[in-house]
C-alpha cells in the first residue's frame, strides 16, 4: 500500500502562482491611476491655495492695506511676498498681513524645486494663452510636462 502524503502537487502551486500574477497584474495599473489621481487632487489644492491668497493680495490692495503705485496693478510683485508678508498701512501698529503660510509646492514635477521656482508665473499684462511674467503675479500655473488623466496638460489647470 502506499503511503497518504500530505502537501500540494506541482499542478496545484502553479495554477496558484498564476492566480496570483492575474490579480497583481489587475491591482498594478488601479494602484498606479489612484497614485496620479492623489497628485492631481493635491496639484489642484495648491493652484487654489495660491490664487485665493493672490485674490486675497489684490482684494487688501484695492482696500488701501497695501501701499501702491498708481501705476501698480495690486498684484503682489513675487509668490514669496503671499509668505513673508506685507505691512498693513490702515493698521496704527503697522502689523504685516499675511496670506500664506507656506508655498505649496507642485506634486506633479519630478523634481521639486524651491519655493517659487516650483510655478509657472503669469502677469496681469500677459495673455492667457500665453502666460509671460512681468512686473506681478496675477496668475500660477504648473511648470510639469504632463497631462492629467483627463487630458488636460497641467499646465492649463
Excluded: C
Excluded at 497614485?35 to 485665493?52: G, P, T, V
Excluded at 509668490?79 to 504685516?96: A, M, Y
Excluded at 494663452?129 to 511648470?143: I, L
Aim: hydrophobic share 35%.
Amino acid at each position: 500500500m502506499y503511503a497518504k502524503v500530505k502537501g500540494f502537487t506541482f499542478i496545484e502551486l502553479m495554477a496558484t502562482l498564476i492566480i496570483l500574477a492575474v490579480l497583481a497584474s489587475v491591482a498594478v495599473p488601479l494602484v498606479q491611476v489612484n497614485m496620479q489621481r492623489s497628485k492631481e487632487q493635491r496639484l489642484n489644492e495648491s493652484l487654489r491655495q495660491i490664487r485665493e491668497a493672490i485674490d486675497a493680495y489684490k482684494k487688501a490692495s484695492d482696500e488701501g492695506h497695501i501701499k501702491k503705485s498708481a501705476d501698480e496693478s495690486g498684484y503682489p510683485s513675487t509668490l514669496s511676498v503671499l509668505v513673508d508678508g506685507v505691512e498693513d498701512i490702515k493698521d496704527p501698529k503697522r502689523r504685516k498681513i499675511y496670506f500664506l503660510r507656506k508655498l505649496p509646492v507642485d506634486p506633479t514635477l519630478d523634481e521639486i524645486k524651491a519655493g517659487e521656482e516650483n510655478w509657472g508665473k503669469r502677469s496681469y499684462q500677459s495673455a492667457y494663452d500665453d502666460p509671460k511674467e512681468g512686473d506681478d503675479v496675477f496668475d500660477v500655473y504648473s511648470t510639469s510636462s504632463g497631462a492629467g488623466l483627463n487630458g488636460v496638460p497641467y499646465r492649463d489647470w
